[in-house]
C-alpha cells in the first residue's frame, strides 16, 4: 500500500503562498484520483482540490482561481500550490488517494500545518 507523506505547510500572511508536496513511498502512475483536503478546527475535514492521472482536476468552490494542484508521476509526487492565501485557509492540510470526495484509499497521514494571519 502506497504511503503519503505532506510536507511544505508553514506561517504565512493573508495574500502570500505556500507550496504543498505529497511524497508517495510507490508509483502513482496507475493510482486515478490523488486530492488535497483540509481540516480547520472545529469543522469537518473537505476535498478541496482533485487530480486523476489524465490530470483532469477540479476544486472547491473556496479556491477556485487560488490553489493549483498537479501531479509528476516521475518524482511520485503531488503538489499543491496555493496563491491569494486567506485566513480562512488556516487547517491541517492532508493528501490522499480519492475514492469519492468523502472516502478515500488507506489511512489519513499526518497532515501539515498551514496558518494564514491577518
Known amino acids: 500500500q502506497v504511503q503519503l507523506v505532506e510536507s511544505g505547510g508553514g506561517l504565512v500572511q493573508a495574500g502570500g503562498s505556500l507550496r504543498l508536496s505529497c511524497a508517495a513511498s510507490?508509483?502513482?502512475?496507475?493510482?486515478?484520483?490523488m486530492g488535497w483536503y483540509r481540516q480547520a478546527p472545529g469543522k469537518q475535514r473537505e476535498l478541496v482540490a482533485a487530480?486523476?492521472?489524465?490530470?483532469?482536476?477540479n476544486y472547491a468552490d473556496s479556491v477556485k482561481g487560488r490553489f493549483t494542484i498537479s501531479r509528476d508521476n516521475a518524482k511520485n509526487t503531488v503538489y499543491l500550490q496555493m496563491n491569494s492565501l486567506k485566513p480562512e485557509d488556516t487547517a491541517v492540510y492532508y493528501c490522499?488517494?480519492?475514492?469519492?470526495?468523502?472516502?478515500?484509499?488507506?489511512?489519513w497521514g499526518q497532515g501539515t500545518q498551514v496558518t494564514v494571519s491577518s
Open positions: 490522499a488517494i480519492v475514492l469519492s470526495p468523502t472516502l478515500i484509499q488507506g489511512s
Open positions: 510507490g508509483s502513482i502512475n496507475s493510482i486515478n484520483n
Open positions: 487530480i486523476t492521472s489524465r490530470g483532469n482536476t
